[in-house]
Every structure is written in structure tokens, then in C-alpha cells.
């Protein structure tokens, strides 16, 4: 690819997840590196990608740890077109745990019940 060849030492970083999501492994990998000052500059995608409140914390963090942020699509939307993003974003996310939350009260209800039929047999 073009940009191998324009930059030495460049690695590919992909994770599927949400941007308000901050837990997510290879964003944690990512902040102990630029922590560490391993990482001289990285390429987004998109800002609202990586972190999708805060990005400019993580601007701060990455510049006072000597890493260059460079964003690709410099799309900018209106405050109104911006806020209805976040807003979509939150339910989303916040719909998603309830989802998970369901599978794991499911699964729950049927160790608890299964447990129940154990303690009856015997």
C-alpha cells in the first residue's frame, strides 16, 4: 500500500466497538503505547472513531506524550447534526447493554434454576 512506503514501522489497527466504549482492548493497548511514547503519530479514520466524547482529552494526552494525530476525513457537521450523532450513539450503546444485560439475567435465571432442581433431588 502507498502510505507503507511513505511512513517506516506503520501497523494497522482495527476494533470493532463503541467510541464512548472505554474499555475496549486495543484502545488500552493504544493509550499505554502513546503513554510510553512508542507511538510518533497516528492516523484516524474518523475523530469520533477512536473515542467518540472526549477526543479532545485524547488529543492532550497524545501531544503531551510527543505523538502527532493526524484525521483523514475532516467532515464537519453542524452543532445540530453533531448533537443528534451523540444522542443516536448513547441510545445505541445504552440499548445494546440492556440487550446483554436480558441474555445475561436468561442465563442466570437458568443456572438459578438449575441449581434449584439440584438442591430438590437430592
Known sequence: MWWRKAWAN??????????FNFKRKQFLALMDEIGRREVKTLILAHRDRLTRFGFEWFEHFAKVNGCELMVLNQERLSPEQEMV?????????????????????KKLDEALKKDAEHDLSH
Do not use: A, K, P
Open 10 to 19: 506503520v501497523e494497522f489497527i482495527e476494533e470493532v466497538g463503541e467510541g
Open 85 to 105: 450523532q451523540d444522542l443516536m450513539t448513547i441510545v445505541h450503546g445504552f440499548s445494546s447493554r440492556l440487550y446483554g444485560l436480558r441474555d445475561y439475567r
